[in-house]
């Protein structure tokens, strides 16, 4: 064979091998997990026909029905301690995505200017993920409530910066928000979960990982539904705390776009490498049309609700399911929407260093060992931070720190302190600070302590946090 013959196989072996190399080094891997989150607005903890707390016939909705979540469910664990981190919308958004507190972000509220934030961080859950394995795709549909685009997070596919306008919100129309609007796509439940499905149908065919999450715009007012729904609803009884038959008929509707979802999911052959999560971004709204007094809401056995850091107003369905993780088991370790992001990204392989500006913790081992553990995290408890004044709520700036078992809140007009006995006490009934001093002051200083470190915004008279950058207003603690 002459020499130009060697020369030209040596040449075309290097080829070869170094396409096949670089094939391999980014082909993906059948045990890399897939994603997906399906994020409701404004659905309490017992809003939902699963059972949170084994022991507790009162955390599941006396009224709505919710099939495919409890399918879910009893494939997965339920966490009857899970925390939004805001009791409002935004706040907790952010949370997610960046795994820190409202505080931390001083991102506080609804409506605020978040240009203090930096959204170039490396430490979103679409970034990570791509840093361990540069084929996830990542997708989020419905709501997005955060003040950049989808992309400057790391999201390839999105539907842009939308918020509850485009799911229907007409907030002039206060009373009107609370009636009965019928649509064959209510609250676009129907049409964001097509966009989900074709997702996911194209991630199956190029057998890439992927990371979804799917923002619904229900359980939102205006309250909206399908009128076969309605009709079933309208000739059921109503429950003891939860009554409204177009609000129950939103959320079963709301429950048939995650059948269809999960239906899909498991048709392509996608169910058992995947991470389903399910959750809200803050608790209910207690009564409708909302008002600040009244005896017992629909968020009964929890206080209150939205708008307030009281258990009603923060405290949420989650249910995840996905590999090795038990069937139908319930965990009491309390968890915030800031431990998602550590979760998912050690679920797919790389353990986060606990550090200081990172507020979540994993719970990957307490869903490998049968719901029991503990989540470690950089900070001391759970923080939750609402430093204004709210007219339908509370009316009251107010902070609030969960250790354990006990509950703290703090009001900043007059330093009022409540404290709880969470075990014992959901409905928040009985101040112990009298009879529990040392919890009180530990629960007390851990707080202070917090808000002071990350220099979180402190109220003063007057202050909503709307509008003006941060920086104008100079009030921090």
Known sequence: MKTGSYFFILISLIIVLFLGCKTASIAPNETTPNFIVILSDDQGWNGTSVQMMDDLPTSKSDYHETPHLEALAN?????????????????????????????????????????????????????????????????????????????????????????????????????????????????????????????????????????????????????????KTLDTYQSKPRGRYQKHAGFAAMTEDLDSGVGLLLKRLKSLGLEKNTYVIYTSDNGAVPIMPPKPKYNRGSNFPLSRGKWDAMEGGIRVPFVIAGPQITPGSESKTPITHSDLLPTIIDLAGQKLSLQDDIDGGSFKSILNQGANGNVSRFSEGLIFHVPYENGIALKRAHSAIIMDHFKLIKFHDNNELLLFDLNNDFEEQYNLIMSHPNELKQLKTALDSYLHKVKAPKWKPGITWKNKPIEKINSYH
């Not at 966490?79 to 960046?98: D, E, G, H, K, N």
């Not at 430490?123 to 795709?137: E, H």
Request: glycine letters at 6%; hydrophobic letters at 30%; one cysteine or more.
């Open 75 to 227: 494939r997965g664990m339920r966490f009857s301690s899970a925390y939004a981190s805001a009791p409002v919308c935004s706040p907790s958004r952010y949370s997610i995505q960046l795994g820190k507190t409202p505080a931390r972000l001083k991102m506080i509220r609804v409506g605020m200017n978040t240009k203090h934030i930096n959204h170039q961080t490396p430490y979103t859950i679409p970034k990570l993920l791509k840093k361990i394995n540069p084929n996830y795709k990542t997708a989020h549909f419905g709501k997005w409530g955060i003040g950049v685009h989808p992309s400057e997070l790391g999201y390839d596919e999105s539907d842009g910066m939308t918020g509850n306008k485009d799911g229907v919100f007409n907030y002039k129309a206060n009373r009107k928000q609370w009636q009965n609007n019928v649509d064959e796509d209510p609250k676009k439940i129907f049409s964001t979960t097509a966009r989900a499905i074709n997702f996911l149908e194209r991630q199956a065919m190029s057998k890439q990982p992927f990371f979804l999450q799917v923002s619904h715009y229900a359980v939102h007012s205006d309250v909206m539904m399908r009128q």
